[in-house]
């Protein structure tokens, strides 16, 4: 559709009229404004953003983090973030002007650097490629289109305004000094014309996009765009690609530099090469002078949807890529529900292959969790002595850069509360009141009974398009080598009374099994245990949740009420014969490893989940030796 039919099709609402004669108004005042009082007019609203909106205080925080030093800390780092969101408001504000200035403006506001190589390069048939980064007034560079006359067609990529009014006025601007402007909504047909027959294009190269190639960017991987790289390989041997960047060297003065070739080595013909070497290139640009760049925006951005894996070039991340993307998990207190999570975890783990995951747990758990070194880089409490956002911003973790994402499956709102002074930061998880997140999980499902771990996981397909379908090991149990190793039984439930099952049966278990039986319990039961353990006359084994690994592991087979204990030794790789009564074995059954086997007595009231029961008989008494015995 072209431009005039879309303006015939579409009657402007009020809304847009009103834009358009606002800013018809402020550019009559801006056209016989000096620039330099422009500019100052432009710091001072940088002030007052910088002093009246903290969240872009946070994001310049972020990106300057990225960019400079992840180490960037309080004053250093305030200073910068002043200066940049200042200085960004003075070149947005005289980018408005630099469409309006006269020629004599021009000559005194505008310092042309490189311009012959910058001819030369999109003349005579050859085209020049020029990589943009969002940094000074590059409106300035629609502006010198007069200065080259050897240059046939010079056009730049640009994205469309949603005011369709206003959208037509500066499409005018930008086009009245001879600058041919192609919008991503009309497709590349025209841009890859441009580029088979020569000339001058400009791209705004480090924009974020989802769909496009995950590269590092000032060694953090993100979404960039292989436009660059899909032109300079149309361009069939006379493309040539430029950085092109505005400097800022004064109250409404800019130095725009236009001749800086980006040199590819030889044999680098894959988009994914070329893309990183203009990465390359814009970061060095960049860096010059840092505070030019508009860090106001989210560049490193996360969203709910993960990138697809084929997006991610692994070498090249590997090789090149400083600053991991960082995810924080906040796990639920309920140990037991914790262990749930398992899956979930290597899902998110291999989700992306610079994904580094730190969790947030209660004391109860850190030790267990700091043993999943596989997955789990950061163990944080969330009830020790020192702050957990202090323990997030230790320098040992400090040192990575900026949180990237959160998913909450605590249901803490004061520790939500707390942890929102890491933003920006895209937060996932079960909504509660108070808590503002920007996917929510559901708890409704439809469809048959699942395990408590599929629960996770669908969330993960349904939210953030992760696939299970090439990761074997999500449900596999941990890799360890028992210290010793043995058959047990696990007679003390962490779920209550309920969950409990006669001495006598348990005397009757050991008398018949084929192997010798011990007793394994937690901490938090072992005075009781060593008494029945004495009574039944065998030996009793007291093991912490991060020990238990030295215990049982695969070979071992475990005889158990339901409880954490069982899923403990599944982890770990033992054989689990588990005993339910308060609970349904499809919901909270064992997720990890194979070989278990889960024994009910549906009566009329399971499952309950009842820490008592005051039913004659209980479940647990209809379940028999045989049972636990059979194949």
Known sequence: MSRTQEKEDTRPTIRQRMGLWGYKLLCSVLKVTNIKLVATFGRAIGYLVWAAIPSRRRIVARN????VDPMLRADKLNS???RNIVRTCMNLACSLKTGLMTAKEEAKS?????????EQCGSNGHTAICCIPHAGNWEILARIRPHFHKVEHYGSMYRRMSNPLLEELVYRSRTAYGCEMFSKEDGLRAVLKLARTGGLLGVLSDQFTQEGLFLPYFGKTTGVTPLPALLYKRCKGKGHLLSVFTRNTGLGKWDAELGRLIELPEGCDSMEEITLHVNHALEKCQLENILDGFWMHHRWKCTSVFAPKDAFNRELIEKHARLPFRIIVCMPEDFNEALYLIPALRLLKNSRPDAQLTLLSTTEQQAYWQNFREVVSHVCTTDGKDGVIEQLEADELYKDGPY??????SRSKKLYRKLQALMPIYTVGFAESGMKLRTRYTTVHTGPPRNRAEDYL???????????DDIPELYAPLSNVPRDSGDYIAPFSSLGQADCWEEAKWQQLIREYSKPLRLLALPQDKARAEELAQRLEIPCVIAAPHELAEHVGAGCRLFATDGILPHLAAAAGAACTVIMAS????????CLGEG?????????CHPCHRNNCDMTPACTEGISVEQLLSD
């Open 80 to 82: 910068m973030v002043r």
């Open 458 to 468: 669908a969330n993960m397909r349904r939210f953030h398009k992760l696939s299970t």
């Open 404 to 409: 990237d994402i959160l998913f909450m499956f």
């Open 583 to 590: 609970r349904a074995a499809e919901r909270y059954g064992i």
């Open 64 to 67: 300057l983090r990225i960019t």
């Open 596 to 604: 278990h086997k889960h024994l009910t007595n549906h009566l009329p």
């Open 110 to 118: 505008i310092n042309m650097v490189g311009a012959d190589t910058f």
